[in-house]
């Protein structure tokens, strides 16, 4: 599998990149949530698939499973009603031990190496279907008996606001 990688400002891999004068992030309201979010405005005639080198990292090797169950009383995918609806949704990721993840990026369109167009977790509720963002919960290094770095186990949980 492979998932685009979405460092925030400020990261240290964004330090060294230069942005053109017209193009910034901002902070707007989400008109579906009313959550402010930090998003990328691009002032000139560029298209959505463009990728800004060292703000969104392509097509990283990972290995994702979905999370089907977490215990007696929390389930790995669900929806929760209370006071506030949430759409639960867990996936356990293994990166690579060169890939380059923190718990400020996200990760997005985790799809498939051999077809690169369909992604594995899609939004249902949203025209289009785009790509499931998820946050960075928690990253994890692994080592094997001789204190090398094997892997890096990464816990992946749904992002409120997604579609943007």
Do not use: H
């Amino acid at each position: 599998m492979v998932c685009d990688i979405i460092k925030p400002a400020g990261a240290p891999e964004n330090n060294n990149v230069t942005t053109p004068d017209d193009s910034s992030w901002e902070y707007q309201q989400d008109p579906d949530s009313g959550a402010i979010v930090k998003r990328w405005v691009d002032l000139t005639s560029t298209t959505e698939d463009e990728r800004r080198g060292g703000l969104i990292m392509p097509n990283v090797e990972l290995m994702a499973r979905g999370v089907i169950d977490g215990g007696i009383r929390v389930a790995g995918t669900t929806e929760r009603f209370g006071r506030e609806y949430a759409n639960v949704d867990f996936v356990k990721a293994t990166f690579g031990p060169n890939a380059s993840i923190t718990k400020r990026d996200q990760v997005t369109n985790i799809r498939s190496k051999r077809d690169l167009s369909v992604a594995v977790w899609r939004e249902e509720e949203i025209s289009g279907f785009p790509p499931t963002t998820f946050n960075v919960m928690g990253v994890t290094p692994v080592f094997d008996p001789f204190s090398n770095l094997v892997e890096y186990a990464v816990l992946l949980e749904r992002a409120e606001v997604q579609g943007g």
